[in-house]
């Protein structure tokens, strides 16, 4: 079993740039892949990026490509998620996810979340 614990968020204007960290502890962090989700009051839980077990492989949603980018230390058992150009429409509780199994942009893809860290972009 792994633990993760959110970090990095704030309050921050539009455009601003914020980097959210995603710590691991409990088993060995380089066997799971981990992704990224949030959600804002009132709305389901929304995919953002994903990555795989050795970092070799990302993906992204739509909304966020080109502007957010997730990375992995598997030494520091961290994983990164750098946003840039924020919007308002952006504000949530961030949230990293980990599975050591399939994993994909479906949040019952993965068995470990973190507490979740919140985020928000004002006008």
């Known amino acids: 079993q792994v633990q993760l614990v959110e970090s990095g968020g704030g309050s921050v204007q539009a455009g601003d740039s914020l980097r959210l960290s995603c710590a691991a502890s409990?088993?060995?962090?380089?066997?799971?892949?981990v992704g990224w989700f949030r959600q804002a009051p009132g709305k389901e839980r929304e995919f953002i990026a994903r990555?795989?077990?050795?970092?070799?492989?990302?993906y992204y949603a739509d909304s966020v490509k080109g502007r957010f980018t997730i990375s992995r230390d598997n030494a520091k058992n961290t994983v990164y998620l750098q946003m840039n150009s924020l919007k308002p429409a952006e504000t949530a509780v961030y949230y990293c996810?980990?599975?050591?199994?399939?994993?994909?942009?479906?949040?019952?893809?993965?068995?470990?979340w973190g507490q979740g860290t919140q985020v928000t972009v004002s006008s």
């Open positions: 409990g088993r060995t962090f380089s066997g799971y892949a």
């Open positions: 996810a980990a599975s050591s199994g399939y994993y994909g942009d479906r949040p019952t893809m993965y068995a470990y």
């Open positions: 990555i795989s077990w050795s970092g070799s492989s990302t």
